[in-house]
């Protein structure tokens, strides 16, 4: 019977500060500052704290005499919240006139977690220790005090949260050597999830993986701390962990398996279940695979994700007999194939065979071609498939189908029933379309990885492209060598290449008499550049060109007419953008078709599904339309475009602004697109088309501000301004000029901004339009203002908040308020700056406007900043800093951060 003292309340810190009150319900607490002092009681409940310790903690950077006051006030609220939870608090909560501290009839779950820990140090047993760092794992129940953010909580939140990861790891250690790896594995990965970027945590699924001779999978989870990494930090792993992985590198990926049941009883004392001994399965005969001729680069993802699909089929009969790898021409499917078929081989003792069908031409001699390549052949006057069956029916047997698009429609049920007669047998196949079998598991190849645009030299020389452009390179010359002069244009290509593989080789043909900034601009004609003369290279892989034929001329005509047609899209496209712009009412059926001979990439944004291509597949594309459809299909798709830009012009500043930015985002590429046609591609260009062009353009900006592409919205705005008749005002003209000005105003240029807003302001007088009037005299008031006019200023805003009062626009008047504040803190008036700053962002919370919220969130913490009240300043900036990472505002963002960093 348990005869410990129960605590008189028990107080939650860890995941959140509850205090129980009798009947289920939690204390509440008056005024923040008492929920913080309780809590800093609790955390620290074995000591007692002096008044002004507690007082400095409460009020940083106030004079203490002045807070001796407010903190006696505190301590009130505080008993009286104690007094709601606890009938008799009397005593919970200890004060003298020189310190304060919490009764040591209070405990908390801190408190449970931190002596739960120390009994597992002080542990002479594993069973007793794993017995405690349970309960210390269980009683850590979140984060400290989540939602607290004074310095002291931070510090905490730290040190605990560190604490419990390492408890999860010793925990994990415990158990795996305890033989219990399975709950070793979730207690791990518990600490992965917390903390993706902690490589000691990643480490400890390694070695757990690594411990129950999972080899694939401890590898693909050092892969994947190499992603999150390089993606969160721009950093790679540390040494520790590349050690703890080199060994696991070399050895045989899955080549061990547990000892076979014996079929008799075992004898006593003989190993069984987990502790039983694994035995080296010996590595199989390859039959009929292509020798390595040439390095193999990247893939190791796919690779160990393939791996694990093709054996789990060994011990798991619902899982994977049919793995089909499925990707456009030129993408290294076969290559890909044969390297994970080789890891394998292992795992197969009935023999790995390797078909290639590039060359049947016709599925009735599928399983023709099958018998050839098993070895022995049949005899003259066989039976095939008896032959077949009999030869794949030797154990588990891995066949590879390499090449079989153009057998899909009939060979496929042939599969099928080789499947169902040999139920050892599992396949590996490579094409251009998945099969469409049931059970069937397709696995999509995209191309080799291509450095990032800002990624470090030697960084990108690392990727997996690069590599092989490099490697084959050599091949042709071998004193071509990257340097500090050829190494970003090297980039450069392979980028443009997309990291497919074979335009990357035929590329790199081409070494021994071009340097890579001869190459690059011959891009543009790239069909003509990737040509090889290889004599071991099959017909359809000698050129870039050829292997896309080999691909298109199986389509029907009606899907080659449509897949042209859709080469007017970039970045991109929705199945309503392509009714509409290719005028195809069978759109969905078209595209379906497209992506199952891989042609077309899916990927959804949202609740949208969008179809992409690549840009090589789109170029190939493009040289197929009728020429009489170009001009037609390019005015279509610009009208498209410009109807979208239009309807998200004033979404941009309402409740749905994220949705409608992103949106805008996915179809940047079509904006470029659009533009383009309305400036150089429409022939025979019209006034109207320039006049379209501009209103395109004027009803983007806010986009191009948004996100950060204020240079390439500039640039067009100018164009189209540029061929615009100065003397005819109209609307797409005055929201071009103020659109030009507003970004000239955000790069932080407001004697560039000046004349073209003045223009703006001028247009819209001439015209008439009180609106246009309104908003173009704000922007030039936030103008002037930024050039330190303030009388012009303030005579501005006070014209532009008249024209908004008389049409109710609240959106303008929240601006015009913003610009008081901006007024204000130019003139020093920080008090006014802050109480203008927060009604603009209140009339802007709730039109729902995040950016008109940020900017008046942004600038009541400057004026906080400047009048010298800390606490405020970085509480309303680092509201102001999440809201523009919500927006993706890159200039928010930065400035945000810096004024955040002047709060010291």
């Known amino acids: 019977m348990d005869t410990t003292p129960q605590p008189m309340l028990q107080i939650q810190l860890l995941g959140d500060l509850v205090v129980p009150c009798p009947g289920g319900a939690n204390a509440r607490f008056e005024t923040r500052r008492a929920a913080s002092l309780l809590a800093f009681l609790a955390v620290h409940r074995r000591r007692s704290h002096p008044r002004e310790e507690l007082i400095e903690m409460l009020w940083p950077d106030e004079d203490a005499d002045a807070t001796r006051i407010r903190f006696r006030q505190v301590l009130s609220t505080l008993r009286r919240t104690l007094e709601s939870a606890c009938v008799d608090a009397s005593d919970l909560l200890i004060a003298d006139r020189v310190s304060v501290r919490l009764s040591a009839d209070v405990s908390t779950d801190v408190s449970q977690f931190e002596d ?8 002479d047993t594993a069973e007793a220790r794993v017995k405690a760092l349970r309960r210390a794992v269980d009683a850590y129940g979140g984060e400290l005090l989540p939602g607290y953010y004074d310095d002291w909580v931070l510090g905490e939140r730290r040190r605990l949260e560190e604490e419990y990861l390492t408890a999860l790891s010793r925990l994990a250690q415990a158990l795996s050597d305890a033989g219990d790896r399975d709950q070793a594995l979730e207690y791990a990965r518990k600490a992965v999830r917390l903390d993706p970027l902690r490589e000691e945590s990643h480490a400890d699924v390694i070695r757990v993986l690594a411990a129950d001779g999972r080899i694939a999978e401890a590898l693909r989870q050092f892969r994947e701390l190499e992603q999150v990494l390089w993606k969160e930090l721009r950093a790679m792993p540390g040494a520790e962990i ?70 789990s089929a060994i011990d798991d009969e619902t899982s994977t007999r049919l793995l089909t790898l499925v990707g456009s021409g030129g993408l290294g499917k076969t290559r890909l194939a044969l390297e994970v078929a080789r890891r394998v081989a292992a795992h197969f003792p009935g023999g790995v065979w390797f078909t290639p069908l590039t060359d049947v031409g016709d599925a009735s001699l599928l399983i023709s071609a099958i018998a050839d390549s098993l070895r022995p052949g049949p005899p003259p006057g066989g039976d095939l498939w008896e032959h077949c069956l009999t030869r794949l029916g030797g154990g588990r047997t891995l066949l590879v189908l390499d090449g079989m698009e153009h057998l899909v429609d009939e060979g496929a049920q042939t599969v099928r029933m080789l499947l169902e007669q040999r139920e050892e047998l599992t396949c590996l196949v490579t094409s251009r379309r998945r099969l469409n079998l049931g059970g069937e598991q397709d696995y999509p190849v995209s191309p080799l990885p291509a450095p990032n645009e800002f990624e470090e030299p030697d960084l990108a020389a690392l990727t997996p492209s690069m590599q092989l452009f490099l490697d084959r390179a050599r091949q042709v010359s071998p004193q071509f060598a990257l340097t500090p002069a050829n190494q970003a244009t090297v980039a450069a290509l392979c980028r443009r290449l997309e990291g497919i593989p074979l335009a990357l080789e035929l590329a790199a043909g081409w070494a021994g008499a071009l340097t890579p900034a001869q190459m690059l601009p011959r891009l543009s004609q790239r069909f003509n550049l990737l040509v090889s003369r290889r004599a071991d290279m099959d017909a359809r892989h000698r050129s870039l060109r050829a292997t896309l034929e080999w691909s298109c001329e199986r389509l029907d005509p009606e899907l080659r007419q449509c897949f042209a047609r859709l080469a007017v899209f970039r970045g991109g496209w929705t199945l309503e953008a392509a009714e509409e712009v290719c005028e195809e009412p069978q759109a969905f059926d078209i595209l379906s078709q497209l992506g199952q001979h891989s042609l077309l990439v899916t990927d959804a944004l949202g609740e949208v599904i969008r179809f992409s291509m690549l840009e090589t597949l789109r170029e190939y594309a493009w040289e197929q339309l009728l020429p009489d459809e170009a001009l037609p299909l390019g005015r279509r798709h610009a009208q498209w475009r410009q109807a979208l830009a239009e309807e998200a012009a004033p979404k941009l500043t309402g409740p749905d602004q994220i949705l409608w930015l992103d949106r805008l985002d996915a179809e940047a590429e079509n904006l470029r697109a659009a533009l383009h046609w309305r400036n150089h591609d429409g022939l025979g260009r019209s006034q109207e088309d320039n006049e379209a062009g501009l209103s395109l353009a004027g009803c983007s900006w806010r986009f191009w501000d948004v996100r950060g592409h204020h240079e390439e919205g500039l640039k067009w705005l100018e164009t189209f301004l540029t061929y615009h008749d100065d003397d005819v005002p109209t609307i797409a003209r005055i929201r071009a000029l103020e659109a030009a000005g507003s970004l000239e105003l955000a790069r932080r240029e407001p004697d560039r901004a000046r004349p073209w807003l003045e223009d703006a302001v001028a247009a819209a007088r001439a015209l008439g339009d009180q609106k246009r009037l309104a908003s173009a005299l704000c922007s030039l008031g936030e103008c002037l203002c930024d050039g330190d006019d303030i009388a012009a200023a303030r005579t501005a805003f006070d014209e532009s908040q008249a024209l908004f009062q008389s049409t109710r626009d609240h959106f303008g008047s929240a601006r015009t308020l913003a610009g008081g504040a901006r007024i204000a803190l130019r003139s020093g008036d920080y008090q006014d700056a802050q109480s203008l700053a927060d009604r603009s962002a209140a009339m802007h919370r709730i039109a729902g406007n995040l950016k008109g919220m940020a900017g008046g969130v942004h600038m009541n913490g400057v004026a906080a900043l400047r009048l010298g009240d800390l606490p405020t300043a970085r509480k309303r900036l680092a509201e102001g800093l999440l809201l523009w990472r919500q927006l993706g505002d890159k200039l928010g963002m930065r400035q945000a951060q810096a004024d955040l960093d002047s709060c010291v």
Request: glycine fraction near 6%; avoid cysteine; aromatic fraction near 4%.
């Open 116 to 123: 739960a820990l120390a009994s597992a140090s002080r542990a």
């Open 242 to 311: 590349q050690t703890l992985i080199e060994p696991l590198r070399s050895a045989p990926t899955l080549v061990f398996a547990p000892a076979p049941v014996a079929e008799t009883a075992p004898q006593p004392g003989t190993p069984v279940g987990a502790d039983a001994p694994r035995r080296e399965i010996p590595i199989p005969p390859i039959g009929g695979m292509p020798a390595r001729l040439t390095r193999f680069f990247g893939r190791q993802t796919e690779i160990e994700t393939l791996s694990v699909l093709l054996t």
